[in-house]
């Protein structure tokens, strides 16, 4: 019989008794013990997610101004791989990201590497990451340029994770319908309905990511471990890149956002995603973790994407950890008119060649961004039992070193 366990760190602190909620912490609390050695950064994710929200980090005792309500609440670990921590850093990105937005009509490209790549980047997630960003984004803009003769900007970010949690790197980039021409004295508007040729961005993805995995590999710094040290043989990694080569790359457009607000919530869905969601969970226990995914396949078949999969729970545990990015990686870049050099004086000459719309019942940029702020609080000290006062700290919980339970 399954052990539906509860998340007991996300309970205490309550003013009310709630159903108690799967938390993949919980995993880890009861079975970390089982995972054998691990890399003093996988250390860190674990020990950060297990403690998340605990007395192990201390808190807060807050009361309510205006009535006799008190509450308690454990402070946040802030580790960019715990599932509690996302919204609140998510939110704050959104907000400085919404003075980027342009009044046209957003694209979606997604660059995925073959999976025969999967050995190296165990042993060289920073080097070949960084390689991912680099290629995918040259490539989008030469493609760009080669067509439209401008100047296009992007955000793109890392997923590292398929919905199994296999590993599987790709890139979302979000790109502006248009691009600056002409020293910035032109907007160039895309063809909404013919975007760029994605065979085109394939064969030159390929073409530049091998690139510059051979240069990596011929000036040293990649490394290789008892799990991929046969590519450590010159052969064996030529072999590799002429077998990946020789395949079509996966490079897709989705469907375009037609106004700024997509934008704002698309982002909001994928910027700081990470490879799990507790609302995923259904059940786990010491030997297994039952949990949702969607079947993509499936999907694409016009058949029901939503399935069940059960992992051993070591398994799940290694999986997930799979996902853990090297310290200080920047999982978000920004490329062309929206990089850091580029960015405060090419948007304000897109600006002016892009006024706002007029069009009766059209919203504006800032409209927009107004309204989702207003839809998307980061938090609130409203008093949740009279709903007139503010909850102020009162009173500070020391932290408390907790016995490990396995």
């Given at each position: 019989?399954?052990?539906?366990?509860?998340?007991?760190?996300?309970?205490?602190?309550?003013?009310?008794?709630?159903?108690?909620k799967?938390?993949?912490?919980?995993?880890?609390?009861?079975?970390?013990?089982?995972?054998?050695?691990?890399?003093?950064?996988?250390?860190?994710v674990v020990k950060?997610?297990?403690?998340?929200?605990?007395?192990?980090?201390?808190?807060?005792?807050?009361?309510?101004?205006?009535?006799?309500n008190r509450?308690?609440?454990?402070?946040?670990?802030r580790?960019?791989?715990?599932?509690?921590?996302?919204?609140?850093?998510?939110?704050?990105?959104?907000?400085?990201?919404?003075?980027?937005?342009?009044?046209?009509?957003?694209?979606?490209?997604?660059?995925?590497?073959?999976?025969?790549?999967?050995?190296?980047?165990?042993?060289?997630?920073?080097?070949?990451?960084d390689?991912?960003?680099?290629?995918?984004?040259?490539?989008l803009?030469?493609?760009?340029?080669?067509?439209?003769?401008?100047?296009?900007?992007?955000?793109?970010?890392?997923?590292?994770?398929?919905?199994n949690?296999?590993?599987?790197?790709h890139?979302?980039?979000?790109?502006?319908?248009?691009?600056?021409?002409?020293?910035?004295?032109?907007?160039?508007?895309?063809?909404e309905?013919?975007?760029?040729?994605?065979?085109?961005?394939?064969?030159?993805?390929?073409?530049?990511?091998?690139?510059?995995?051979?240069?990596?590999?011929?000036?040293?710094?990649?490394?290789?471990l008892?799990?991929?040290?046969?590519?450590?043989?010159?052969?064996?990694?030529?072999?590799?890149?002429d077998?990946?080569?020789?395949?079509?790359?996966?490079?897709?457009?989705?469907?375009?956002f037609?106004n700024?607000?997509?934008?704002?919530?698309?982002?909001g869905?994928?910027?700081?995603?990470?490879?799990?969601?507790?609302?995923?969970?259904?059940?786990?226990?010491?030997?297994?973790?039952?949990?949702?995914?969607?079947?993509?396949?499936?999907e694409?078949?016009?058949?029901?994407?939503?399935?069940?999969?059960?992992?051993?729970?070591?398994?799940?545990?290694?999986?997930?950890?799979?996902?853990?990015?090297?310290?200080?990686f920047?999982?978000?870049?920004?490329?062309?008119?929206?990089?850091?050099?580029?960015?405060?004086?090419?948007?304000?000459?897109?600006?002016?060649?892009?006024?706002?719309?007029?069009?009766?019942?059209?919203?504006?940029?800032?409209?927009?961004?107004?309204?989702?702020?207003?839809?998307?609080?980061?938090?609130?000290?409203?008093?949740?039992?009279?709903?007139?006062?503010?909850?102020?700290?009162i009173?500070?919980?020391?932290?408390?070193?907790?016995?490990?339970?396995?």
């Amino acid at each position: 019989m399954s052990l539906v366990l509860s998340t007991i760190c996300s309970q205490v602190g309550k003013s009310k008794v709630e159903k108690p909620k799967l938390d993949m912490a919980d995993i880890f609390r009861f079975h970390r013990h089982k995972l054998g050695i691990l890399s003093w950064q996988k250390q860190k994710v674990v020990k950060a997610i297990t403690e998340c929200r605990t007395a192990a980090l201390g808190g807060h005792i807050y009361e309510c101004n205006r009535c006799d309500n008190r509450e308690q609440s454990y402070n946040s670990c802030r580790n960019r791989h715990c599932i509690k921590c996302q919204f609140a850093a998510k939110r704050e990105w959104i907000e400085e990201r919404a003075a980027d937005l342009l009044p046209v009509c957003y694209y979606h490209v997604v660059f995925t590497i073959p999976h025969e790549f999967n050995e190296l980047i165990l042993t060289n997630k920073r080097t070949i990451y960084d390689i991912l960003f680099r290629a995918s984004s040259a490539t989008l803009k030469e493609v760009f340029r080669r067509k439209y003769q401008a100047e296009p900007g992007m955000i793109a970010v890392l997923h590292t994770w398929g919905q199994n949690l296999s590993l599987h790197p790709h890139i979302h980039m979000v790109i502006p319908g248009g691009g600056l021409a002409d020293g910035d004295s032109r907007w160039v508007h895309t063809e909404e309905k013919f975007f760029l040729n994605v065979r085109a961005l394939g064969s030159v993805f390929r073409a530049k990511f091998i690139k510059m995995i051979r240069r990596a590999y011929s000036k040293g710094p990649l490394t290789f471990l008892d799990i991929n040290e046969h590519l450590a043989n010159r052969p064996a990694f030529q072999d590799l890149l002429d077998t990946t080569f020789k395949q079509d790359w996966n490079v897709y457009a989705k469907k375009p956002f037609q106004n700024p607000m997509h934008v704002l919530k698309y982002l909001g869905g994928y910027t700081h995603r990470i490879a799990f969601a507790n609302h995923r969970l259904l059940e786990f226990d010491e030997k297994t973790v039952r949990f949702k995914i969607r079947d993509r396949q499936a999907e694409k078949e016009g058949k029901s994407a939503s399935t069940e999969m059960t992992l051993p729970t070591v398994e799940f545990m290694r999986r997930f950890l799979l996902h853990v990015v090297p310290r200080g990686f920047m999982r978000i870049r920004h490329y062309g008119i929206l990089g850091s050099s580029r960015k405060k004086t090419a948007l304000a000459a897109a600006r002016k060649l892009l006024p706002e719309s007029h069009d009766k019942g059209t919203k504006s940029v800032a409209e927009m961004v107004a309204e989702f702020a207003t839809a998307s609080p980061i938090t609130s000290d409203e008093c949740q039992k009279c709903k007139a006062g503010k909850m102020i700290p009162i009173e500070t919980i020391m932290p408390v070193k907790i016995t490990d339970s396995t």
